[in-house]
């Protein structure tokens, strides 16, 4: 097959999805397809990298890929139908690119939000991950809350801050009091649409609430407030489109006092991974299942890594999030949890690529005209 992977892109999470666009590229056996690199500039530019980049990463296992707006520019056309929708542009000419799939790996707005699926829908051209609706209502903690609610899954209670709130004494002193009466100190307290921890805080009292609602809202026009969960963090990988499979779920341990964006990037002693997770085996088979009934809730396909909290002081479990694009590095969560149940990482960009192409050949069965 042909794949065209793409990275980089208008987002907070770039850098990190160039060290995973790199693994996914070391990753992929190019005996049996062929791979082209598009890398998308933080101006939303796409470049198509010249064989050599292949070449330098596969040599080099700490290797990044670029993304300097060097090489050839490419477009998609939607409307040119599969076999030509990724266009190299030429001295003003356009040259259809050979393309079986596409491998998005990018993390946060453009990538993982519905944006970049429904460019490739409208190109007819089949990607691998989670469709349009999944990945916009993922990205959105409260909606993805409002789903899984309504689904009967536990998730931990919330408030939602929307900018017109702050902005009105009346409101904002409203849901003031009511955090102050649905919560006890601490709280937590996040951007609804972001990733990687960014603007998130743990407030301790009204001044530092009020301060954290702020540093929230420099990231997004709503936030949540939470109730603070002393939690151990798991997190379980899931794969499929009409046969789900999931894996063994793993643990995050955080250095910090919570997984913030140091936790996660800066210090490299800020988090430690368990795989498999120290549960028992009844927890084991309660987290596996919810991950499958999140992800079904939520009509997933493709691939997702869902994030759960079991409360240290409790036992109750919550489902936090649900990744679309999770990380993607070898040493990230998401591939290490597939390869600990027996799913070797380019195995499992093999079994993408044939559920992109399994999804997209069944919505092609459906009609679209009388
Ligand atoms: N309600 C909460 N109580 C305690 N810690 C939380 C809560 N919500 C989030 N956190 C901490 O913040 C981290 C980031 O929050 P998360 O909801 O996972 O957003 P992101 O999309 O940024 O990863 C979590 O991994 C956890 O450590
Ligand atoms: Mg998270």
New binding site residues.
């Given amino acids: 097959m042909n794949i065209a992977i793409l990275y980089g892109g208008k987002t907070g999470e770039h850098e990190v999805s160039q060290v995973s666009a790199s693994s996914v590229a070391r990753n992929i056996n190019t005996k049996k397809h062929t791979v082209y690199l598009i890398s998308i500039t933080k101006e939303g530019e796409w470049f198509l990298q010249g064989d050599a980049e292949l070449e330098r990463i596969k040599a080099d296992a700490k290797a990044i890929l670029s993304d300097a707006p060097t090489g050839t520019k490419v477009t998609i056309v939607p409307g040119a139908g599969t076999a030509g929708a990724i266009c190299s542009v030429k001295d003003g000419k356009l040259t259809t690119l050979p393309c079986d799939v596409v491998f998005p790996v990018m993390h946060g707005t453009f990538g993982e939000d519905g944006l970049v699926q429904g460019l490739l829908e409208m190109a007819e051209l089949p990607y691998c991950g989670p469709d349009v609706m999944c990945s916009a209502i993922s990205m959105d903690?409260e909606k993805t809350k409002l789903v899984w609610d309504y689904y009967g899954l536990p998730v931990?209670p919330y408030i939602t801050v929307r900018r017109i709130d702050r902005d009105d004494e009346a409101a904002f002193a409203a849901i003031l009091k009511k955090s102050e009466k649905d919560f006890e100190w601490p709280v937590?307290v996040?951007p609804c649409r972001?990733?990687?921890?960014?603007g998130?805080n743990?407030a301790e009292d009204r001044d530092a609430l009020i301060k954290a609602i702020d540093e929230a809202l420099l990231w997004d026009d709503k936030v949540l407030i939470?109730?603070?969960?002393?939690?151990r963090?798991v997190e379980c990988s899931v794969t499929g489109f009409r046969d789900i499979a999931v894996y063994t779920p793993g643990e995050?341990i955080?250095s910090h006092e919570?997984?913030?964006y140091d936790a996660?990037y800066i210090d490299p002693d800020g988090a430690a991974l368990r795989i498999p997770a120290d549960l028992d085996e009844s927890r084991i088979r309660e987290v596996r299942d919810m991950a499958v009934k999140a992800f079904r809730a939520l009509d997933g396909s493709g691939m997702a890594r869902i994030?759960f909290?079991i409360d240290k002081k409790t036992g109750k479990l919550y489902l936090?999030?649900l990744?679309t694009i999770p990380g993607f590095t070898n040493i990230s969560m998401f591939p290490k949890l597939c390869e600990a149940s027996g799913l070797p990482y380019p195995d499992l960009i093999e079994k993408l690529m044939q559920i992109a192409i399994e999804r997209f050949k069944a919505t092609r069965m459906l009609k679209t005209s009388r």
Avoid: Q, T, W
Avoid at 194 to 198: D, K, L, M, R, T
């Fill in positions: 903690k931990v937590f996040k972001a990733g990687s921890s960014v998130a743990k939470e109730a603070f969960i002393p939690a963090e995050i955080p919570f997984y913030d996660k994030d909290f936090n999030e990744n």
